[in-house]
C-alpha cells in the first residue's frame, strides 16, 4: 500500500507542474500501477519538457512586450500609427497598410505578422522600471501558463496625491512591500489589480487550484469544471481572485480566455474588458492577436468619443469622454460604492499616459487634428501642461463612415435604435442589414458608411449623444451587473463584504469638500 500511495504523490507533484495535456490527470488512468508507473515516468520527462519550453516561450513575449515599450517612447512616437511612418524606400507602404481595419486578421501568431512595424505600440506605457520588474515577477509565481498580462488601476497609475503613508499602513495592505512598490503607489498603498489571458479556462484553473488553493472561494472545492463554467458563462467572462498576497503584495487577478479577451476588444459584446483597455494600462506579456484587437478596441472608443463630441473641443475633454465610456450603465456608479469623481481623477492624473495612448491614433485619422500651435515644438507629447485643443471634420460622410467602423455588436444596437427613430419598415431594414453582413463577409466597402449611417451622423447632436448613450448603458449594464453579483461567489463573502467596505469609504472620502489647491480645469 506504502508504494501506491508515494507513487501518487510523485504524480501529483508532477502534474501540477504541466502546461498542457490535462487529460493526462484523470483519475481513472491511475487504477492499475502498470499505468500508474507508464503515466508517472512520461510526466515527469513531459514536466521538464513543457517547463523549460513555457519559460522560453514567455521569456520571449516578454522580450518582445519590452521590443514594443521602447518603440513607444520614441521621438516619432505621436506619428508611430500611421503605416508609411514605418515604411522605408526599399519596403514602401501599401494600400493593404491602410486598409487593415477591412480585414483584421485575428489568426495571427506572431508579432511579425500584424499590420506594419511598431503597429500598436502606442498600447505600452512607461512606467518605473523596478516597479514593472517586481509585477513582472508575480506572474512567474503561477505555474499555470499565463499567455497576456496587463496590470491596471489606481494601484499602477495613482488616481491621486496620497499623504505618507506609515509603515504601519503600508504593512495593513502589503505585508512586505518592495521599496518600488511603495514609490510607485506614492504614499497610498493600494491593491494591484491584474488580468490574465489564457488560452484554455478549465485547464488553467486546474493548474492554478493544485498550487494556489488558497486563492479560491469554497467554489473552488468543486473543482476546476465549476470554477470555469461560472467564468464563463455567468456575467462577462472573468472570474477574479480579490485580496491574495504574493511575495508581500496584495493583488487582484481576473482570469479570461483570450477568445472573449479578443471579441470584447473587437466587437464590444459586454464592454467590461473593452473599457478597461480604453484606459492606460501596463501591458506586462503582449500577444499579437490581442494587440491587433486592442487598436480597434482604441480606434473605436475614439471614434465613439468623436461623435459625441461638438467639432472643437481639449483634449481633456476628449480623454474624459473615452475613460467615461465603460462607466455608463456600471451599477456601481448608481450606489454610493463609486467615486463620483473617478473619471475626472483618472484623467487629470494621467494626462500622459493617455496622450501616449491616444495622440498616434488622432495624428493617424483623417477627420480629426490637433489645432494647437504648441504640437509644432518637439517634444510637445510629454508636456503636460499645455492641454491642446483639437478639431474634427464634421462632414456627414465621414462622420458617417465613423458610425459604420463602431464595432460589430455595438454597431447592430445602434442601428436598431435609429430604425425605430426613423420608421424604417421591417422588411427594408432586414434588407440593409443583410447587405451589411454580406460587406461583413467579403470585407469590401465594409467600412464605407451608406445613406443610413450618413443620417445617423446628421441627428441632433443632442439626440445623436443621448442614442449613443443608451446603447452604451445597454451594452454594459446587464453583463456588469451580473459580474458585480458573480462576485459575491467567486470572491465569497468576507472578501466581498471588504471589497465593498473599502469602495464605500472611497465614496464617502471623496464627497468631502475639495480642498483649495486641488482645482482644475
Same mark, same amino acid.
Given at each position: @500500500?506504502?508504494?501506491?500511495?508515494?507513487?501518487?504523490?510523485?504524480?501529483?507533484?508532477?502534474? #501540477?507542474?504541466?502546461?498542457?495535456?490535462?487529460?493526462?490527470?484523470?483519475?481513472?488512468?491511475?487504477?492499475?500501477?502498470?499505468?500508474?508507473?507508464?503515466?508517472?515516468?512520461?510526466?515527469?520527462?513531459?514536466?521538464?519538457?513543457?517547463?523549460?519550453?513555457?519559460?522560453?516561450?514567455?521569456?520571449?513575449?516578454?522580450?518582445?512586450?519590452?521590443?514594443? &515599450?521602447?518603440?513607444?517612447?520614441? !521621438?516619432?512616437? !505621436?506619428?508611430?500609427?500611421?503605416?508609411?511612418?514605418?515604411? /522605408?524606400?526599399?519596403? !514602401?507602404?501599401?494600400?493593404?497598410?491602410?486598409?487593415?481595419?477591412?480585414?483584421?486578421?485575428?489568426?495571427?501568431?506572431?508579432?511579425?505578422?500584424?499590420?506594419?512595424?511598431?503597429?500598436? =505600440?502606442?498600447?505600452? @506605457?512607461?512606467?518605473?522600471?523596478?516597479?514593472?520588474?517586481?509585477?513582472?515577477?508575480?506572474?512567474?509565481?503561477?505555474?499555470? +501558463?499565463?499567455?497576456?498580462?496587463?496590470?491596471?488601476?489606481? %494601484?499602477?497609475?495613482?488616481?491621486?496625491?496620497?499623504? /505618507?503613508?506609515?509603515?504601519?499602513?503600508?504593512?495593513? =495592505?502589503?505585508?512586505?512591500? +518592495?521599496?518600488?512598490?511603495?514609490?510607485?503607489?506614492? *504614499?497610498? !498603498?493600494?491593491?494591484?489589480? $491584474?488580468?490574465?489571458? &489564457?488560452?484554455?479556462?478549465?485547464?488553467?484553473?486546474?493548474?492554478?487550484?493544485?498550487?494556489?488553493?488558497?486563492?479560491?472561494?469554497?467554489?473552488?472545492?468543486?473543482?476546476?469544471?465549476?470554477?470555469?463554467? &461560472?467564468?464563463?458563462?455567468?456575467?462577462? %467572462?472573468?472570474? $477574479?481572485? +480579490?485580496?491574495?498576497?504574493?511575495? *508581500?503584495?496584495?493583488?487582484?487577478?481576473?482570469?479570461?480566455?483570450?477568445?472573449?479577451?479578443?471579441?470584447?476588444?473587437?466587437?464590444?459584446? /459586454?464592454?467590461?474588458?473593452?473599457?478597461?483597455?480604453?484606459?492606460?494600462?501596463?501591458?506586462?506579456?503582449?500577444?499579437?492577436?490581442?494587440?491587433?484587437?486592442?487598436?480597434?478596441?482604441?480606434?473605436? #472608443?475614439?471614434?465613439?468619443?468623436?461623435?459625441?463630441?461638438?467639432?472643437?473641443? /481639449?483634449?481633456?475633454?476628449?480623454?474624459?469622454?473615452?475613460?467615461?465610456?465603460?462607466?455608463?450603465?456600471?451599477?456601481?456608479?448608481?450606489?454610493?460604492?463609486?467615486?463620483?469623481?473617478?473619471?475626472?481623477?483618472?484623467?487629470?492624473?494621467?494626462?500622459?499616459?493617455?496622450?501616449?495612448?491616444?495622440?498616434?491614433? =488622432?495624428?493617424?485619422?483623417?477627420?480629426?487634428?490637433?489645432?494647437?500651435?504648441?504640437?509644432?515644438?518637439?517634444?510637445?507629447?510629454?508636456?503636460?501642461?499645455?492641454?491642446?485643443?483639437?478639431?474634427?471634420?464634421?462632414? +456627414?460622410?465621414?462622420?458617417?463612415?465613423?458610425?459604420?467602423?463602431?464595432?460589430?455588436?455595438?454597431?447592430?444596437?445602434?442601428? $436598431?435604435?435609429?430604425?425605430?427613430?426613423?420608421?424604417?419598415?421591417?422588411?427594408?431594414?432586414?434588407? @440593409? @442589414?443583410?447587405?451589411?453582413?454580406?460587406?461583413?463577409?467579403?470585407?469590401?466597402?465594409?467600412?464605407? *458608411?451608406? *445613406?443610413?449611417?450618413?443620417?445617423?451622423?446628421?441627428?441632433?447632436?443632442?439626440?445623436?449623444?443621448?442614442?449613443?448613450?443608451?446603447?452604451?448603458?445597454?451594452?454594459?449594464?446587464?453583463?456588469?451587473?451580473?459580474?458585480?453579483?458573480?462576485?459575491?461567489?467567486?470572491? %465569497?463573502?468576507?472578501?466581498?463584504?471588504?471589497?465593498?467596505?473599502?469602495?464605500? #469609504?472611497?465614496?464617502?472620502?471623496?464627497?468631502?469638500?475639495?480642498?483649495?489647491?486641488?482645482?482644475?480645469?
Amino acid at each position: @500500500m506504502a508504494p501506491r500511495m508515494r507513487g501518487a504523490r510523485l504524480y501529483s507533484v508532477h502534474a #501540477a507542474r504541466l502546461h498542457c495535456r490535462p487529460r493526462y490527470n484523470s483519475p481513472r488512468s491511475l487504477r492499475t500501477p502498470a499505468t500508474r508507473l507508464f503515466l508517472r515516468t512520461f510526466a515527469s520527462d513531459a514536466s521538464k519538457d513543457s517547463k523549460s519550453e513555457g519559460a522560453k516561450a514567455a521569456h520571449k513575449i516578454e522580450s518582445e512586450t519590452d521590443s514594443a &515599450v521602447g518603440a513607444a517612447g520614441s !521621438p516619432n512616437e !505621436p506619428h508611430s500609427q500611421r503605416p508609411h511612418s514605418s515604411a /522605408t524606400p526599399s519596403t !514602401p507602404s501599401t494600400k493593404s497598410d491602410f486598409d487593415w481595419e477591412d480585414k483584421p486578421n485575428f489568426h495571427i501568431e506572431k508579432f511579425t505578422e500584424l499590420p506594419y512595424t511598431n503597429f500598436g =505600440v502606442n498600447q505600452h @506605457m512607461i512606467i518605473d522600471r523596478e516597479f514593472k520588474e517586481v509585477l513582472r515577477q508575480l506572474l512567474w509565481r503561477f505555474r499555470a +501558463p499565463i499567455r497576456y498580462a496587463f496590470a491596471y488601476g489606481s %494601484g499602477v497609475f495613482p488616481q491621486s496625491k496620497g499623504d /505618507t503613508a506609515t509603515e504601519a499602513e503600508i504593512k495593513a =495592505v502589503h505585508p512586505k512591500a +518592495p521599496v518600488a512598490v511603495q514609490k510607485a503607489q506614492d *504614499g497610498s !498603498p493600494k491593491m494591484i489589480d $491584474f488580468i490574465f489571458g &489564457v488560452s484554455y479556462t478549465q485547464h488553467w484553473h486546474s493548474l492554478n487550484l493544485m498550487q494556489h488553493r488558497d486563492h479560491y472561494s469554497m467554489l473552488g472545492s468543486l473543482g476546476s469544471g465549476a470554477v470555469s463554467y &461560472v467564468q464563463d458563462k455567468w456575467g462577462a %467572462g472573468v472570474y $477574479f481572485n +480579490p485580496y491574495v498576497t504574493v511575495d *508581500g503584495i496584495l493583488i487582484k487577478y481576473g482570469v479570461v480566455n483570450i477568445d472573449t479577451l479578443c471579441r470584447d476588444l473587437s466587437e464590444w459584446d /459586454t464592454l467590461y474588458l473593452a473599457g478597461r483597455l480604453h484606459k492606460p494600462v501596463k501591458i506586462l506579456r503582449d500577444d499579437p492577436r490581442v494587440r491587433l484587437a486592442n487598436q480597434i478596441n482604441l480606434l473605436s #472608443a475614439l471614434r465613439t468619443a468623436l461623435l459625441l463630441l461638438p467639432p472643437t473641443f /481639449t483634449e481633456r475633454e476628449l480623454y474624459a469622454t473615452i475613460a467615461g465610456i465603460s462607466y455608463l450603465g456600471d451599477p456601481r456608479m448608481a450606489f454610493p460604492t463609486e467615486n463620483p469623481k473617478k473619471v475626472a481623477n483618472i484623467v487629470n492624473h494621467n494626462m500622459l499616459n493617455f496622450r501616449r495612448l491616444y495622440a498616434p491614433l =488622432v495624428e493617424s485619422l483623417p477627420n480629426v487634428d490637433y489645432d494647437d500651435p504648441a504640437c509644432s515644438k518637439p517634444n510637445w507629447i510629454e508636456n503636460t501642461d499645455a492641454v491642446l485643443r483639437i478639431q474634427q471634420d464634421m462632414d +456627414p460622410v465621414k462622420r458617417g463612415n465613423m458610425v459604420r467602423r463602431l464595432p460589430k455588436a455595438f454597431r447592430s444596437k445602434l442601428y $436598431f435604435e435609429y430604425q425605430k427613430k426613423f420608421q424604417i419598415p421591417q422588411l427594408d431594414f432586414n434588407k @440593409m @442589414m443583410e447587405e451589411n453582413k454580406d460587406e461583413d463577409a467579403v470585407s469590401f466597402k465594409r467600412q464605407q *458608411g451608406g *445613406g443610413f449611417e450618413q443620417r445617423i451622423a446628421q441627428d441632433e447632436p443632442e439626440a445623436l449623444r443621448k442614442n449613443i448613450r443608451g446603447v452604451i448603458k445597454k451594452t454594459i449594464n446587464w453583463p456588469s451587473t451580473t459580474q458585480s453579483v458573480k462576485g459575491v461567489i467567486t470572491s %465569497g463573502f468576507s472578501r466581498s463584504f471588504r471589497y465593498l467596505g473599502e469602495k464605500m #469609504a472611497k465614496y464617502r472620502e471623496s464627497s468631502k469638500p475639495e480642498k483649495d489647491d486641488e482645482k482644475s480645469s
